[in-house]
Nanobody
Framework: QEHLEESGGGFVQAGASLRISCTIQ????????LGWFRQGSGKARENVAA????????YYPDSMKGRFTISRDISKNTVYLQMNSLKSEDTAMYIC????????????????WGRGTQVTVSS
């Protein structure tokens, strides 16, 4: 139903790459888009990327362009976030969110959330 499950987080060194996943329980997914957000300890949640489910259109805030790439695999009902050249400031809980009617680039656009997967980057 309205359940998202993230996986793939872990501890990596600065400069490394990591791909995290968000698996959607609802099959088929009836929403419009999914997004990745992140929240560092004691910090506000911020958008990382978003993608529309049907068309695969991607959206990124300016601060995320260049190193992070969002994608989806419809056959696996999964959204990915490929993270390259990771920096210590990327350390955060990465959370997947789904929107039924909008692009998930803001918290208000999200209708439900996953529990998150922790990414820790050493300097």
């Amino acid at each position: 139903q309205e359940h998202l499950e993230e996986s793939g987080g872990g501890f990596v060194q600065a400069g490394a790459s990591l791909r995290i996943s968000c698996t959607i329980q609802e099959r088929p997914f009836s929403g419009h888009s999914l997004g990745w957000f992140r929240q560092g300890s004691g910090k506000a949640r911020e958008n990382v990327a978003a993608i529309t489910w049907r068309s695969g259109r991607t959206y990124y805030p300016d601060s995320m362009k260049g190193r992070f790439t969002i994608s989806r695999d419809i056959s696996k009902n999964t959204v990915y976030l490929q993270m390259n050249s990771l920096k210590s400031e990327d350390t955060a809980m990465y959370i997947c969110a789904a929107s039924r009617s909008a692009v998930a680039i803001t918290e208000n656009a999200a209708d439900y959330w996953g529990r998150g997967t922790q990414v820790t980057v050493s300097s």
